[in-house]
């Protein structure tokens, strides 16, 4: 991966939505099974919108590496914000 990918302060909250999304299912099903089943489909960043499956899941991991930290209420905004703007897609 490159040098110039966004750090987690670089990135829009729907794309850190979208790593709370993959992060969290990796925690709890492992990480072969998020990134085969629950990869991270950014939103925003051009750079990062261009990675394959395996570079998007592992920079999802590193930006949100200290997400269990984070206050449930922001944790929930950007998760949920990235949930419906996933949904709102499939339907186009």
Known sequence: MS???P????MTDLD???ALMHV???DREGPAYAVE???VHY???PVLL???TVDACTHASIAAKNWRSMAVTKFDRLYDLALDASRNKKED
């Not at 750090?7 to 670089?10: D, G, I, N, Q, S």
Request: net charge negative; no cysteine; hydrophobic share 30%.
């Open 3 to 5: 040098d110039e990918l």
């Open 7 to 10: 750090t987690w302060e670089e």
């Open 16 to 18: 850190k939505g979208a």
């Open 24 to 26: 969290w299912k990796r």
């Open 37 to 39: 089943h629950y990869p």
């Open 43 to 45: 939103f925003d960043h």
């Open 50 to 52: 261009a990675l394959d």
